[in-house]
């Protein structure tokens, strides 16, 4: 019988940035088992094990000795065949490495290596669980050491492989991983008073009355409680906080009612997404614009596999995505509906459970690893009845589809749909568009101020093309003024960062209980902290950056390496104690608030430093949607297509920090924040006001935005591209090159550009300094590739790989990194 056995080999990804697939011997008593798509332990070098994907299985033998894998760890496949085709199109698109799209794919806890740092979960009670043998010995180690690597593991338990091991233990919770555990958030927990099940009844109510007829504080706390609860029959719990506020009652009456098994205390997490026992409802009845909006799509949806619905902000674009769902999951469809922040799956998941309840799987980065596993594999199961709908950030692009009708792609031209850093830099955007070739779905985009490219691409006829040009309910779209900075300074009517024009509007709306955003998009207090005698400000020491200003530290602090250090008292060029901040940030508008309006005014920032945290975006828009809040201070954060309905005045504190940037988007997106942020003002009831601050208030640009023209922008920037061959007409190619040394990268990035002109000519331009020249004490230097709609993408990448790879085989080029941006924004 051995003579008849098979020798298997297989192709596995690892998940490191290494260009091609690994092969590895499979031991005989596996070959029943291994599967492409399957997770496997394999040896990596002298003693490390690492995990892989299964590409391929396969007899062909190779010409070098291989290793064996050392374990599977999945039953099943937790990667499909369309994933891997997926990967394999963007590592050749993007000019990837396939380890590191395995990486941006698969959820953390899905990576093990022997280095993986193993600590007890501190949230679980043991006791409650049967534990092995094998299970107990690790425990009792880590409880001794606090943590563990799966090498030393294996050498506790006296076996080589212990991963399916830790596998089952953190399946059950017993274990964490270390970069878990950072990520292991305590939400906070809001307490509510509830009655306990046996007083359900009239009459058992009634008895306990009776029983307190000499505790009159506690009869009126109850009798309270049961009138906020609402339904005598099945009453609901009540806030802790309301409940004490309303009767005017002391924790001590409260705890009386507790020990007395009358009233009882449960905890419930804010901002986490609870869908149990959701009511749903029946979608909205739409306008005839939305009806003929929706008549539009699905006739353009004929002929067209992607189409863009153009509406204007407030025009109701989300219902009649709801409509399009509906009709989706009728045919026994999934929907993917991306998002490009994570702020705005808080609010439009709010919004979609009203009709699709607990049919919503939300999936982004700021879950836990736990949670995203949980929907992956949904998603994977053959089944994939829970969710119909799975909402999410761009990473969702990356799930085990298996049935897919339709991708909505809500603010199709958010910049944020595209990853930066690290490879693979995607666009979220177009991934989908693969996505949807796959399963022969309909793409959906929407938005109120579309891409150049994805406008140009319906002019040409190849997208589906609706528009929507008027708002829901017959609201106005919000009256947009400018407050001229020049003028106001030359006048004395600056009230610190704010004009005399803005002010008073804010001061006429919070009189009236209305609420207010206000837009700068600069984090921090202020960008520098500049001495008045010689103009010298505090640079980072590991960038070519000065240091931003956060006054709630007292710290100044690098954007780009995380650099910090306390303020001087002393100018360290001249000595000088005149020192000043200069700029606006959202921390320093804050304070002039306070100064300008009182402390009384309730102000909340929502930019990326109160936004770590992973409910923070939640508990931030639910404040504001509750009119806890009567100002939101924010940068691009804001502009993200948020609803709120009591937003009566937009501000726009610096419009020229948009317009003026060395990027030739820079009027594009400088009109879509200023047009987006507009859009939040007066969305339900009534028009809304919006004042734009400048230097030079007649931009044409600020202009386009004040009368909503979009066209307008559209075609002059158009004409600009075209004249100076950008995309939509050229494609691009950004190439980065980073070296500690100055020399040594001019030299070598020379070296590269004249090769690449060998083939390319005048399309390579540079190599130029990068706007910012050092980042984390690595010189940047770009070279760009820009070349004609009609060359070979392909050929151009090829080309672009060979020459690279053609340096990197000198000594010079080793300590070289390069960065390769395809489609960079």
Same mark, same amino acid.
């Given at each position: 019988m051995a003579e008849d056995r098979i020798t298997l080999f297989v192709d %596995?990804?690892?998940?490191?940035?290494?260009?091609?697939?690994?092969? !590895?011997?499979?031991?005989?008593?596996?070959?029943?088992?291994?599967?492409?798509g399957q997770r496997v332990i394999v040896p990596l070098g002298?003693?490390?094990?690492?995990?892989?994907?299964?590409?391929?299985?396969?007899?062909? %033998? /190779?010409?070098?000795?291989?290793? !064996?894998?050392? *374990?599977?760890?999945?039953?099943?496949? #937790?990667?499909?065949?369309?994933?891997?085709?997926? =990967?394999? =199109?963007?590592?050749?698109?993007?000019?990837a490495n396939i380890g590191d799209i395995m990486t941006a794919a698969l959820p953390s806890r899905f990576k093990l290596q022997s280095e993986t740092k193993v600590l007890l979960n501190e949230e679980i009670d043991l006791n409650e669980i049967k534990l092995t043998d094998q299970e107990v010995f690790i425990v009792d180690a880590l409880e001794v050491r606090g943590v563990l690597d799966l090498k030393e593991i294996g050498q506790i338990l006296d076996r080589k492989s212990v991963y399916p091991i830790i596998k089952r233990m953190i399946d059950k919770g017993i274990v964490v991983l270390e970069e878990e555990l950072q990520e292991l958030y305590k939400p906070k927990i809001e307490k509510y008073v509830t009655l306990e099940e046996h007083l359900a009844s009239n009459n058992a109510l009634q008895k306990v009355f009776e029983g307190l007829k000499n505790a009159p504080k506690q009869q009126e706390l109850l009798m309270t409680y049961l009138q906020l609860s609402n339904h005598l029959e099945t009453p609901i719990p009540v806030l802790k906080t309301d409940l004490l506020e309303k009767c005017n009652a002391t924790y001590a009456t409260l705890n009386s009612l507790y020990n007395k098994s009358i009233l009882k205390e449960i905890g419930t997490e804010v901002g986490r997404l609870s869908l149990n026992n959701v009511k749903t409802q029946e979608s909205k009845k739409l306008s005839p614009h939305q009806e003929?909006? +929706?008549?539009?799509?699905?006739?353009? *949806? @004929?002929?067209?596999?992607?189409?863009?619905?153009?509406?204007?902000?407030?025009?109701?674009?989300? @219902?009649?995505?709801?409509?399009l769902i509906e009709e989706q999951i009728a045919k026994g469809n999934k929907v993917l509906y991306l998002l490009p922040e994570i702020a705005l799956t808080t609010q439009i998941i709010s919004r979609l459970r009203k009709y699709f309840g607990t049919k919503?799987?939300?999936?982004?980065?700021?879950?836990? /690893?736990? @949670?995203? #596993?949980?929907? =992956?594999?949904?998603?994977?199961?053959?089944?994939?009845?829970? !969710?119909? +709908?799975?909402?999410?950030?761009?990473?969702?692009?990356?799930?085990?589809?298996?049935?897919?009708?339709?991708?909505?792609?809500? @603010?199709?031209?958010?910049?944020?749909?595209?990853?930066?850093?690290?490879?693979?830099?995607?666009?979220?955007?177009?991934v989908a568009y693969i996505i949807s070739r796959q399963f022969n779905a309909k793409v959906l985009l929407g938005t109120a101020t579309p891409s150049i490219e994805t406008r140009y691409l319906c002019e040409q006829g190849k997208f589906g093309y609706i528009e929507m040009k008027d708002r829901f309910g017959g609201i106005q779209m919000p009256e947009i003024q400018t407050a001229d900075l020049k003028e106001a300074k030359a006048k004395n009517k600056l009230h610190g960062i704010f004009s005399k024009h803005l002010l008073d509007e804010m001061k006429t709306v919070l009189k009236n209980g209305s609420q207010i955003i206000l837009f700068q998009n600069r984090r921090g207090y202020a960008p520098r902290w500049t001495c008045e005698i010689c103009n010298h400000t505090p640079q980072c020491t590991r960038c070519d950056v000065s240091l931003n200003y956060h006054k709630y530290e007292h710290l100044l602090t690098c954007h780009y390496c995380g650099f910090s250090m306390k303020p001087p008292t002393r100018c360290n060029a001249c000595g000088s104690t005149d020192l000043k901040m200069v700029g606006i940030g959202t921390e320093k508008i804050e304070e002039e608030i306070e100064i300008h309006l009182g402390s009384a005014v309730r102000v909340q920032r929502?930019?990326?430093?109160?936004?770590?945290?992973?409910?923070?975006?939640?508990?931030? +828009?639910?404040?504001?949607?509750?009119?806890?809040?009567?100002?939101?201070?924010?940068?691009?954060?804001?502009?993200?297509g948020l609803d709120f309905d009591n937003v009566a005045l937009v501000g726009i504190l610096n419009a020229d920090d948009l317009l003026f940037y060395p990027d030739f988007r820079a009027f594009e997106r400088a009109y879509q924040l200023m047009s987006q942020v507009s859009g939040r003002a007066g969305r339900k009831t009534a028009r809304g006001k919006v004042i734009i601050q400048s230097y030079d208030p007649n931009h044409w640009i600020i202009q386009k935005v004040m009368h909503n023209d979009y066209e307008g922008m559209y075609k002059q920037e158009l004409y600009e591209r075209k004249n100076y061959n950008y995309p939509p007409f050229y494609r691009i190619i950004k190439i980065t090159l980073r070296h500690k040394e100055e020399a040594t990268l001019d030299k070598l990035s020379l070296i590269v550009a004249n090769l690449l002109r060998e083939k390319l000519g005048n399309r390579v331009l540079g190599p130029e300094y990068s706007s910012i020249k050092r980042i984390r004490n690595l010189y940047n230097k770009m070279i760009t590739v820009k070349f004609e709609k009609t060359a070979s993408p392909k050929k151009v990448k090829e080309y672009v790989q060979e020459c690279l790879d053609k340096n990197n085989m000198h000594n010079d080029f080793k300590r070289l990194g390069i960065k390769i941006d395809v489609d960079p924004m």
């Open positions: %596995v990804v690892l998940p490191l940035a290494l260009p091609k697939l690994f092969t !590895y011997r499979v031991p005989f008593q596996l070959n029943d088992f291994i599967k492409s002298k003693s490390k094990l690492i995990t892989a994907l299964v590409r391929n299985v396969h007899q062909n %033998v /190779p010409e070098y000795t291989t290793k !064996y894998i050392d *374990f599977i760890l999945d039953e099943r496949p #937790v990667v499909t065949e369309n994933q891997f085709l997926l =990967w394999e =199109w963007m590592a050749e698109y993007y000019m003929k909006a +929706i008549a539009e799509i699905n006739t353009s *949806f @004929e002929t067209k596999d992607i189409s863009l619905l153009h509406g204007v902000t407030g025009s109701g674009k989300t @219902e009649v995505f709801v409509r919503i799987g939300v999936y982004h980065s700021k879950f836990s /690893p736990n @949670e995203r #596993v949980e929907i =992956w594999n949904d998603v994977l199961s053959d089944k994939f009845n829970k !969710y119909d +709908i799975i909402l999410g950030a761009r990473s969702a692009v990356f799930l085990p589809f298996r049935k897919l009708g339709l991708i909505i792609i809500d @603010e199709e031209h958010e910049s944020s749909y595209k990853q930066h850093d690290p490879s693979p830099r995607y666009h979220a955007r177009d929502m930019d990326l430093d109160t936004t770590r945290s992973k409910y923070a975006y939640q508990n931030i +828009i639910d404040d504001f949607e509750n009119r806890k809040v009567d100002i939101l201070v924010g940068t691009q954060m804001v502009t993200k």
